[in-house]
C-alpha cells in the first residue's frame, strides 16, 4: 500500500506541527467513538488527489474512514459527504504520514472544506498541533472533536497535522 501522496499531487494547505496527539476511533473501556475533524481553506483550484495525516501511534488496529465535506464557516456546519477513502491502520503506520487517496474531487479556490475521520474497530493518535493565545494556531480552519450523544467540540488552539494535495494541471 502507498502512504505517499502520487507524485503530480502538490501539498497546497497543509499544518506540519506535531507536539500533541488526539485520539480517534474506538475505545474499549466505555464503547464510546471519537471522530476527528480537520477543516480548511483550499487556496487554489484543483482536483484533490489525497489527504495525508500524521499517525503517531497505532494503540488498537483497525480501518479508518476518511470523509471530505464542504464546510460552512458562518454557521460552522458540515455538508453532506462529497469523498471518501479508507485504510487498514496497523503497527506499521506509527509516527509517520498516511496518504488517503481521493477521486478526484475538485476544490474551489477560497471555499471551505472538512474532512472527518473515524474508526469503529480501532483506536489511535494523530499528530496535532497545540498552540496558544500568544502564538495563533493554523489559520485557515480548525480541529473538530464528535464523540456520541455529545455537541462537538471546536478548538481554535489545536490542529491535526496534515497536508491537502491537489493534482498538478
Known amino acids: 500500500m502507498n502512504t505517499h501522496a ?47 495525516v500524521f499517525s503517531s501511534v497505532v494503540a488498537n488496529p483497525g480501518n479508518v474512514i476518511l470523509t471530505v465535506h464542504k464546510f460552512n464557516p458562518q454557521e460552522q456546519s458540515w455538508g453532506p459527504s462529497l469523498a471518501s477513502s479508507n485504510l487498514d491502520m496497523t503497527n506499521r503506520f506509527n509516527q509517520q504520514w498516511v496518504s488517503f487517496h481521493l477521486p478526484s474531487l475538485h476544490l474551489h479556490k477560497g471555499e471551505s472544506y472538512g474532512f472527518r475521520l473515524e474508526s469503529h474497530d480501532g483506536y489511535l493518535g494523530l499528530g496535532e498541533g497545540a498552540f496558544s493565545a500568544k502564538q495563533p494556531s493554523f489559520e485557515q480552519g480548525k480541529e473538530w472533536k ?18 491537502v494535495g491537489l493534482k498538478a494541471a
Open 146 to 163: 464528535f464523540e456520541q450523544n455529545h455537541k462537538p467540540h471546536i478548538y481554535s488552539y489545536f490542529s491535526l497535522a496534515f497536508k
Open 6 to 52: 502520487h507524485p503530480s499531487s502538490k501539498a497546497v494547505v497543509q499544518q506540519l506541527t506535531n507536539n500533541a496527539t488526539s485520539w480517534l476511533g474506538h475505545r474499549k473501556a466505555d464503547h464510546h467513538e471519537i471522530v476527528m475533524g480537520q477543516t480548511f481553506v483550499s487556496p487554489a483550484e484543483g482536483d484533490l488527489d489525497s489527504i495525508e
